[in-house]
Each structure stands twice: as structure tokens, then as C-alpha cells.
Nanobody, 124 residues
């Protein structure tokens, strides 16, 4: 069983920064992927950044490379997303989510099985 709780969202001006946190609780870490998924108003959910917890491999969407950094605290079981140089198009609800892939960790939001409640990010 996996439970996820996000926090750290807020409102900033373009060029500003935010740091999101995801507190995770799970029984088994084997072949689990965790990702940050966002949804802007009127648009579909899109994968932003993800990590395979077993391998430690991190992947980013092209739209956030060089600006966002995913990290984790294995002791506290917290996943972070540091977001710098924010743009208005980054606005949306950011979710922490988990899935158990057959192959590689996925950017497809439909593959994720467990979701947090989301945290709002607004960039103006």
C-alpha cells in the first residue's frame, strides 16, 4: 500500500522559485517509480519529472530540463521538486504519483496508480 501527500505550492512571479515536497509511505520499494505530474486548466495531465526508486534514475520532461530538479531523502521518505526560473506556463496543480512499470518509468499520467491530493502552483 502506498500513500502520498504533497505540499509546497504557492503563487510566484515569473522567474521565481518553489520547492514541492511529497511525503511517501509504502511497504515495498522494489521496482516502484514516483513522478511529479501537473495539470493546467483545460489541459491533460503531463509528466514533469520522475524517478525509479530502486535504480535512482531521474528523468525530466524537455519543457523543464535545466530548471527543475528532483531529489529525495531516503531516510525521511520524502520526494522533492525544486522549481527555478518558473514560467506562467508552469502553472497548474502538481501531483505526486506512483506506478509499477513493466519496463521503464513512464511519463504517461495514465500509468500511475496512486496519487496524492495535489498542490497548486501559480506563476504570473
Amino acid at each position: 500500500e502506498v500513500q502520498l501527500v504533497e505540499s509546497g505550492g504557492g503563487s510566484v512571479q515569473a522567474g521565481g522559485s518553489l520547492r514541492l515536497s511529497c511525503a511517501a509511505s509504502f511497504d515495498r520499494i522494489s521496482r516502484i517509480c514516483m513522478g511529479w505530474i501537473r495539470q493546467a486548466p483545460g489541459k491533460e495531465r503531463e509528466g514533469v519529472a520522475l524517478i525509479g526508486l530502486r535504480e535512482g534514475i531521474i528523468k525530466y520532461a524537455d519543457s523543464v530540463k535545466g530548471r527543475f530538479t528532483l531529489s529525495r531523502d531516503n531516510i525521511k521518505k520524502v520526494l522533492y521538486l525544486q522549481m527555478n526560473s518558473l514560467k506562467p506556463e508552469d502553472s497548474g496543480i502538481y501531483y505526486c504519483a506512483a506506478h509499477w512499470p513493466r519496463d521503464d518509468c513512464s511519463f504517461d499520467a495514465s500509468e500511475y496508480m496512486v496519487w496524492g491530493q495535489g498542490t497548486q502552483v501559480t506563476v504570473s
